[in-house]
């Protein structure tokens, strides 16, 4: 019995002229939205992603579903990091001109403190 249906396992795969693809798959649309400043996926984010799927009949919103819980999570993990690197940038920035400033006021003060030019030299300067 076991013999048949080997025989007939065979017979089919051979009858079957499928390959397998090593391409990856196009989206359709990808170059498109990429384009136009989108996401690839149209999947990602929008309105068809974001907003509940139903709500109450007396108006009430419906609970957020895992996937919106989690892509909320993400994005407000996401908000403070952009705000604490933000102020890391601003501290850098602030810290830097500062630096600026000392080094321009230190030059001034080595340079007040050089020897002055006396009698003749002086005259001739200051006009």
Request: proline residues 6%; hydrophobic residues 30%; glycine residues 8%.
């Amino acid at each position: 019995m076991a013999a048949p249906i080997r025989t007939l396992c065979c017979s089919v795969l051979r009858c079957s002229r499928r390959s397998f693809g090593t391409t990856s798959t196009n989206q359709a649309g990808k170059k498109w939205r990429t384009e136009h400043g989108l996401a690839p996926s149209g999947t990602e984010y929008g309105p068809l992603t974001d907003l509940p799927d139903w709500s109450y009949a007396d108006g009430r919103p419906a609970p957020l579903l895992k996937g919106q819980l989690r892509r909320k999570q993400e994005r407000e993990t996401l908000a403070r990091r952009v705000v604490m690197l933000s102020g890391e940038v601003d501290k850098g920035m602030e810290a830097w001109q500062q630096k600026k400033e000392d080094a321009k006021r230190m030059e001034a003060h080595q340079k007040s403190l050089l020897l002055k030019p006396k009698g003749q030299l002086l005259l001739k300067k200051s006009t």
